[in-house]
């Protein structure tokens, strides 16, 4: 079973910055999408940044020009610059990656454990 780990996460200032990674623990045979999502306390799960195997980014509205996503140098690695931070980036974040781990396997979903970003105002 593939695991994703997530580092990166920390406390910053408003208006600092943080970069966050996220490795997969083996080989994943194909990765269709790799995206970065956040829950904040008392709110739903939401996409913040997302890049397809192709290259092509999409971003949530409230980090445009902000967050830049992008693949690591190393397969099955993305990370998540983040600039510009305000309080209301405060959440946990969380990566995900959609892909066949295998070329036997079917398309499946992994999830990260989480690594907290807490931006002080």
């Known amino acids: 079973q593939v695991q994703l780990v997530e580092s990166g996460g920390g406390l910053v200032q408003a208006g600092g910055s943080l970069r966050l990674s996220c490795a997969a623990s083996?080989?994943?045979?194909?990765?269709?999408?790799m995206a970065w999502y956040r829950q904040a306390p008392g709110k739903q799960r939401e996409l913040v940044a997302a890049i397809t195997s192709g290259g092509t980014t999409n971003y949530a509205d409230s980090v445009k020009g902000r967050f830049i996503i992008s693949r690591g140098d190393a397969k099955n690695t993305v990370n998540l610059q983040m600039n510009g931070l305000k309080h209301e980036d405060t959440a946990v974040y969380y990566c995900?990656?959609?892909?066949?781990?295998?070329?036997?396997?079917?398309?499946?979903?992994?999830w990260g454990q989480g690594t907290q970003v807490t931006v002080s105002s």
């Open positions: 083996r080989s994943i045979f194909r990765i269709n999408a």
């Open positions: 995900n990656v959609l892909g066949r781990e295998t070329v036997l396997s079917g398309t499946s979903e992994y």
